[in-house]
């Protein structure tokens, strides 16, 4: 839990502009989760986050490493540690703290993403650290597969899907990306997705359904175990990022739930209502962190025909 926590309030402060206010309330609302930290290490923490979010990275970096000191283990820690040192254009100790969080989690996909990051702003290619990661974990592959996906290095994606033994999501994920392909060419892509959602008897849609029950019940905490699980398993279903933002935006967690909600826009394969919920939320979720500009943004995206 409380490695998970420190996740959720790390991944998007440093992309909105630090709110005092803000700040102590999320202090406040964590100290149920941080018991079995020191004072010290809390304090350090959090103005490590609030430094990297106004831009004053190398005070970011010290703090952190201070952190670092307190318990040498906390793979957050050094994930925060590889972020705040690619911000501040250090490469090569971005990438040594980026692999030493993967190597604690292989198979947390936010930390694969950080480091194929932190490779590609080198320039370097996976294969000068692949020796150095667990690259035979199944659920890393996968992964690395939706990394690629995600940022349209089709081919790439493709060579890893290669090594996944048709998976289940080696092969949902091999249908998108030819659809992808398809529709660069002008060609019309079919919407696999939907069309597999509609079928009653497919798990995506049974956990579909459960999580709409959940969420009209305002039944949040547990929508968030259920949506969080059905993403794991399924992370090419929109829907899924939907629910889990959704969960966290209503369990103080609305930075996460940025974060989800906008990875879940880059897979919807036409615009519809799923999209106006996405927006709406978002709107919802800038809107609690202060950022009025972000929020208002969003709420003019949505389509009122719809």
């Given at each position: 839990m409380k490695r998970i926590f420190f996740l959720w309030m790390g991944v998007a402060v440093s992309a909105m502009t630090w709110n005092t206010s803000y700040a102590q309330e999320e202090q406040e609302s964590a100290e149920v989760y941080l018991e079995e930290y020191t004072d010290e290490f809390q304090e350090n923490f959090f103005e490590a986050l609030k430094q990297k979010g106004i831009q004053?990275?190398?005070?970011?970096?010290?703090?952190?490493?201070?952190?670092?000191?307190?318990?040498?283990?906390?793979?957050?820690?050094?994930?925060?540690?590889?972020?705040?040192?690619?911000?501040?254009?250090?490469?090569?100790?971005?990438?040594?703290y980026a692999i030493e969080a993967l190597l604690a989690e292989p198979s947390d996909y936010w930390y694969l993403d950080n480091l194929v990051s932190v490779l590609e702003q080198q320039g370097s290619p996976l294969e000068t650290i692949k020796a150095q990661i667990p690259y035979e974990n199944q659920k890393l592959k996968e992964n690395l597969a939706l990394c690629y996906f995600k940022r349209k290095q089709y081919a790439d994606a493709q060579k890893i899907l290669k090594e996944l033994n048709n998976?289940?999501?080696?092969?949902?994920?091999?249908?998108?990306?030819?659809d992808s392909i398809q529709g660069e060419k002008g060609k019309t892509a079919v919407p696999?997705?939907?069309?597999e959602e509609r079928n009653t008897d497919d798990p995506v849609a049974k956990l579909?359904?459960?999580l709409e029950k959940l969420l009209a019940a305002s039944d949040y905490k547990n929508a968030l175990t259920v949506s969080k699980e059905a993403l794991d398993t399924y992370p090419l279903q929109p829907y899924f990022y939907f629910a889990y933002g959704t969960a966290l935006n209503n369990t103080s967690n609305a930075n996460k739930a940025i974060e989800v909600l906008?990875?879940?826009?880059?897979?919807?394969?036409?615009?519809?209502?799923?999209?106006?919920?996405?927006?709406?939320?978002?709107?919802?979720?800038?809107?609690?962190?202060?950022?009025?500009?972000?929020?208002?943004?969003?709420l003019n995206k949505i389509n009122s025909g719809l």
């Open positions: 004053n990275y190398d005070r970011a970096i010290d703090l952190f490493l201070k952190c670092k000191q307190l318990d040498s283990n906390d793979d957050v820690v050094d994930y925060e540690l590889s972020k705040a040192y690619l911000l501040d254009k250090k490469f090569v100790q971005a990438q040594e998976s289940p999501l080696a092969l949902e994920l091999g249908r998108k990306i030819n696999v997705v939907q069309q579909r359904t459960q906008e990875s879940g826009l880059d897979y919807l394969l036409e615009d519809g209502p799923l999209q106006n919920n996405m927006y709406r939320e978002l709107s919802k979720a800038y809107a609690k962190i202060g950022n009025t500009q972000k929020a208002n943004e969003y």
